[in-house]
């Protein structure tokens, strides 16, 4: 049996999209259960920032995780192992 070759902007888009579902929904249902309301936030805080005479580059990033986006994740990457 042949197996089919899967895009790496696909697993991309469904992850993302996995994320930004599973975090509303995980909002939305904090109000009920609190558990699901708390987040963790991992990234660079503060900012590093380069600072030239002439030129200013600032680097940063953050992800904000909770249980929502989490199984929005696993989701999104079953779905992709489906395929």
């Known amino acids: 049996m042949v197996r089919k070759q899967k895009s790496l902007w696909i697993l991309i888009v469904l992850l993302l999209a996995g994320a930004a579902a599973g975090t509303v929904v995980g909002s939305a249902l904090g109000m009920l259960v609190p558990v699901m309301g708390e987040s963790l936030r991992v990234g660079l805080e503060p900012p590093v920032t380069i600072d030239l005479v002439f030129f200013s580059?600032?680097?940063?990033?953050?992800?904000?995780?909770?249980?929502?986006?989490?199984?929005?994740?696993?989701?999104?990457?079953?779905?992709?192992?489906?395929?």
């Open 57 to 83: 580059l600032t680097f940063g990033c953050g992800l904000d995780l909770n249980i929502g986006s989490a199984l929005g994740l696993l989701v999104a990457a079953l779905v992709y192992r489906r395929l």
